[in-house]
């Protein structure tokens, strides 16, 4: 896969397609050596040059690999290429792509890098590209998660659509004889001085013919027409009709349903099993072990989950603990532990001898399901040297290269095409119901299998939101914060996620600080954040903001309460510890958009306000709430938050809502707890989240003051528990320092 | 079995007990109603029954059969929309989209009954109707400019 490959692939397709009449643009191959998968599957009458623009004499496609589970990624992609191209996004179809390095994520490595995120200076940046780069070279990985998607596509795509849009110039100058200075381009098409269109399609032949243009300056955002405003998403029409295809609707000629029961005891073996009652079943065709489990194979997915139901099982024990107490007893053994230290994360004056009067508290933060509402589905066809996957996934090349493993087929005859994901939360990050679709699919060679889990499968295989613990002591001297100490327990995620990739987590595992070190506090004399790992519970994964949900609730709330002890004004005093420019800008935006200076709550009604940074994002959440007789009810809440640049308002607005009532709703009344080794909580009524008639009214405010673009789909989450807490505390008294809070207070 | 869809008179052969839900899924290729929960805790799968909003997933085939059954398919297209599609589209309502089936026939078949809800008559009555990407505010707000459209039809 060197550079010389690549070179002649290259000649080799300007030959052909002088003869196949279209042509695809970009400048990729000046900044990556890698293969341009549009050239796999290339039609005759088709061509392409690079991985996200290609052009043939019927239509326009640009390619978005991001995955979309509900963030609207595939819009903001596609948004960023149209811009620059000059097309609108009706005149296109867009396509979830052909998995390749091409598309590695260049997004995530800024994190990966050990400075805080709201460092930045040339030094700082020379480091993360140093480190992203190192991550392009070592390990190419299309991923879509921690929040990358707009770091990684910002400049590239814009730049694949402005290189595309210059040749296409070129190839019109050629036909037309007018110089390229004298050609504009609107609406597909290139634009003479007579006013007469050459459309971007019919241009394709002859733009193929000419070396592609490398270099062009980006627009200035002054210049944008589509990004920065509301454009609509292209998603938006499908979703509300019905007539959008989410994996669970795939279907293929000849498909058999299938549904699969594996231990909820996670990661243990099955003992036995009895499925002849269910093979009588009507509509049912086999029933047969996999790993850990059973699947069973019907013409019709009702009936394999009846079937399924109807078998009955012998399950082994699994390795971690089966009672919940012992696995919180577990992290109240570890933490402060010099053997379970994970890092000493952050370390700023000295907290033990700090002055002041101390505050002191312990939190917790329990397992959560992702629950997303689609339940894990993947449709694969296993053909004789060749594998066909349908799914939504968020690690595209992991997909094949397990399933690669599994069928015995070479992982280049292994083809994902991923799908749209009807909500996800990390959920499809994991990778055993594709494992498992495999698994089943090899086993019926020729026929296409969809799996469906069932939702009771889908909770008790989950792997949850890690518990964590916290533990702090503030310190307050004369009406001010004088001290942080915040010691973090937690289950180490990573490590588990990991495990399952087949990776031993080579590092500490930031996600136990995460939220909790990088809270600026620049102002602060004396602070200290340690995080402390367990690896021996059960497997837990990366659930919407991962370490920063219980971190922030826990750094957070321990701040407040330092406040409110020193009897300062919350919003005024993070403000005056926070101590980063932007940070101050997002609390002195909230302060305004819900006029906290000055605003007289009435009897029975408090606000709490909470800080969150994630991402690289500052995010600042107020919640009013009133304690009625009928219990806690929300009031209204504000956001503000700092993401560098807008792609689209209105998407953001709804990421901004969406992750707020996420926060909220989880922290009110879900948990995942063991008894016996298996998750207790097997559908929503037992993991309800929010209702409608819960949900108070939302105000966001967007602020573009960050040095670089920032993604948004998990920022917005971690601090809504925090602001709720301290909201019930400032109506009622009460401070709540463990999730769920419906354990502790009734809601409306 | 028979039953109406959309309009068109349609025949299965499943069992009494298969609910309404597989059977235009799996039986008649409708993947527009969603599988959520299976236990009526999510509404994704709500479609209209002789005119009344009903979560398939909790009426058999049985029960459904010789009814007049409206699913998301059948109450507008892309070229034709309903007025309750048209305002989720217009508040540009959907996340993961995955729930909006069921949440539109909920909602129409409230404005059905009521053009002109308040706040608390849509909580009411979408409240069983469950969105995890959290899309709420915009639904109420989608919900009062559908009933306007109504209306003023």
Redesign the interface.
Known sequence: MGRLRTITRRSFLVGSVAVGGAVAFGTYRAVAPFDNPNEETLADGAATFNPWVVIDSDKITLIATHADKGQGVQSAQASLIAEELDVELDQVEISFGIPGPAYANGGMGDAMAGIPLYEYNASVERTRGFVNGALRAVLPMMATGGSSAMPDVFLKLRDAGATARETLKLAASQVSGVPVDQLKTAKGAVILPDGSELTYTSLAGAAAEVEPVRFVELRQPSDWRILGKSHGRTDMLPKCTGTLDYGIDFNIENMVHATVRTNPNKGAPMKSFDAADALQMRGVQDIFEITNGIAVVADNTWRAIKAANAVSIDWEKPTYPLEQAEHWAILENAIGKEEHLNAEAREVGDVTTAEGTEVTADYRSPYVAHAPLEPLTATILVSEDRVDIWTGHQIQMMVETFVAEITGVDVENVHLHNLFIGGSFGHRLEFDYVRQAAEIATKLKGTPVKLTYSREEDFLQDFPRHITIGRGIGKHKDGKVTSMNVDICGASVMASQMSRMGINLPMPDTQLHEGAWDYPMLNLQNNRVRSFRVDNLAPTSSWRSVGAAPNVFIYDTMLDETIHAAGADPMMERIRLMGHGQSVKVLEAAADMCSWNGHKVGPNTGRGVAYGFSFGVPVVTVVQVTNTPAGIKLDEVWVAADVGVVIDPNNLDNMATGGTVFGLGHAINCEITYANGVAQQENYYDHEAMRIWQCPPIHFKALENLEKVRGFGEPPVPPAAPALGNAIFAATGKRLREMPFNKFVDFV | MKFTINGKAQEVDV?DD??L??VL???L?L?????????A??G?CTVHMDGLAVRSCQVTAATAADSDIV???GL???DS?HAV?EA??EH??????????GQ?MQAASLLDMNDAPSDEE???V??G????????????AAVHSAAAKIREA
Do not use: H
């Not at chain 2, 993947?31 to 236990?39: A, D, H, L, N, S």
């Not at chain 2, 995890?132 to 109420?140: E, L, N, Q, S, V």
């Open positions: 069992e298969m609910p839900l597989w899924r799996d039986e290729g993947t527009g109603t969603k599988y959520g929960c299976g236990v805790q999510c994704a699913t998301i398919e507008g297209t892309p929309l599609q989720w589209v540009q309502v959907a996340q993961c989209g995955y729930c909006q089936s539109i849509i909580d009411v979408m409240g109707n469950l969105c995890r990407c959290g899309t709420y505010p915009r639904i109420r």
